[in-house]
């Protein structure tokens, strides 16, 4: 089972969380949903899609104008607390490293803390604990938040990204975080170069066999672009075999952009995989 | 012997081939209806694949085939699998009056009619229809209880049907 907040899933299902930037800036949507009522639209088109999950981010990843505490929460605290009024049923996570954004973001409704950074702040285990909410924990290899990876290297990238998430899922347990709400990401292209991302891609099973449940964020990531030669917005189809390749080896949460192409993308693999049954099979049945 | 059932023998039965959105929901909620008024003690005729259904269904409400009592039957068969251009066996324009005389033969029920199908023409028409010829003596002393299911949703020609001795 998986409790984020408010919400359980069961062990063999596959859960969409969908992109949501307060920010003027991210790289795929470049401020389209930086309005609160767009933003709000957004949520409303991918819940309509089926998207257990929106998460909502008010800073973007990579490097740009520095964007303190108080302004990152003037930019999602209230959202949160719009879409979790609106939207019951939503599993509400919040982008944010900062433990004191995460402490406001629980208060207002949140039910998931997505670290995208690691665990740069220590505390932010213990505002998911003391909130009940559900963290993710990602692997950076240790960078500040907001840096690009520069000339990092590994011994074994997988290992790495193994131990550190497995490192930090016991310190959310330690911390008091319920066993079943702490998921682990590998963070594609996040301390990494493409090489490596496409080495946590092919070997994802290594982490699925942690036992944790294993997030992806591969969604028009520069791995993709790189290895295809294309630029953002020309992303889609690499990232949906990127995709393919994670839901075989049992990636449980995918944050994407794309919701429909997604869901699509693997419940084709996970009915391959044996996890689900075809929606409605008879031909030669009959 | 005083109750006898007729199923198709329909893999999407199965519960290896079950889907989310059962495609034969209706099917099989006949099927499972008569086999369970069968009781227990039931005689299975049907070809492998039919003992198969036969077997998933009776398992489905508790029981399981016998082979010494018989207590009651549960034939596994069907009509044509070649109703239209788009049914399996594609289109046979025989095959709307063989599953017609077939259905009136099941649904009288008319046991000299039954035992006396054409075989040759139902396995050039795809009908399953071995094991009714084979049964047809048990629909001797028998009047129809109820025809629970008579349609073909996917181009192949399906009854559900109930006999049973008359009261005294």
């Known amino acids: 089972m998986l409790r984020l907040g408010r919400h359980e899933f069961g062990d063999d299902e596959a859960l969409m969380m969908a992109i949501v930037n307060r920010t003027p800036d991210s790289f795929f949507d470049k401020g389209a949903t930086w309005a609160e009522d767009a933003a709000f639209e957004r949520v409303r088109l991918v819940a309509s899609q089926g998207a257990e999950i929106v998460d909502i981010g008010g800073i973007k990843a990579a490097p740009g104008a520095e964007i303190d505490a108080a302004e990152e929460k003037s930019r999602v605290v209230d959202f949160v607390a719009r879409v979790r009024e609106e939207f019951p049923t939503l599993v509400i996570s919040v982008d944010t490293w900062r433990a004191e954004v995460g402490d406001a973001v629980c208060a207002a409704g949140a039910d998931l803390i997505n670290d995208a950074w690691g665990g740069a702040d220590p505390e932010l285990v213990d505002v998911a604990a003391a909130h009940g909410a559900a963290i993710v924990c990602t692997h950076t290899g240790g960078v500040t938040p907001r840096t690009r990876p520069y000339r990092i290297e590994y011994d074994d990238v997988v290992r790495s990204a193994v131990d550190d998430t497995v490192a930090y899922a016991q310190r959310a347990l330690d911390a008091g975080v319920a066993k079943e709400s702490i998921v682990i990401d590998p963070a594609h292209d996040f301390g990494k170069n493409t090489f490596h991302s496409l080495e946590i891609t092919r070997r994802l099973g290594e982490m699925v066999a942690t036992g944790w449940p294993v997030l992806v964020s591969l969604s028009n990531k520069d791995f993709v672009g790189e290895t295809l030669d294309l630029p953002v917005g020309e992303r889609l189809l690499g990232t949906l075999a990127a995709t393919s390749v994670c839901a075989m080896a049992g990636a449980r949460i995918y944050r994407v952009h794309q919701v429909t192409e997604t869901r699509q993308t693997v419940d084709m693999v996970w009915t391959i995989a044996g996890r689900r049954r075809p929606a409605r099979a008879i031909r030669g049945l009959q | ?168």
Request: glycine share 8%; charged share 25%; hydrophobic share 50%.
């Open chain 2, 1 to 168: 012997m005083t109750r006898v059932a007729l199923v198709p023998g329909c893999l999407a039965l199965l519960p290896e081939y079950a889907s989310i959105d059962d495609p034969v929901d209706e099917l099989r909620s006949a099927c499972l209806a008569a086999v369970a008024w069968l009781g227990e003690d039931v005689r299975v005729i049907a070809g492998a694949q039919g003992a198969r259904v036969a077997a998933a269904l009776l398992a489905e409400v508790g029981t399981a085939p016998v082979t010494s009592r018989e207590a009651a039957y549960l034939i596994v068969g069907n009509g044509s699998a070649r109703r239209s251009e788009k049914a399996p066996g594609h289109l046979d324009p025989r095959a709307a009056e063989f599953d017609d005389l077939l259905g009136k033969a099941l649904t009288t029920p008319d046991p000299e009619a039954l035992g006396a199908l054409d075989q040759d023409l139902a396995a050039e028409l795809w009908a399953d229809v071995r094991a009714i010829v084979e049964a047809a003596g048990l629909l001797r002393d028998v009047e129809t209880v109820a025809v629970d299911y008579d349609d073909d949703p996917y181009g192949v020609r399906y009854w559900v049907a109930r006999w049973a001795v008359p009261s005294a």
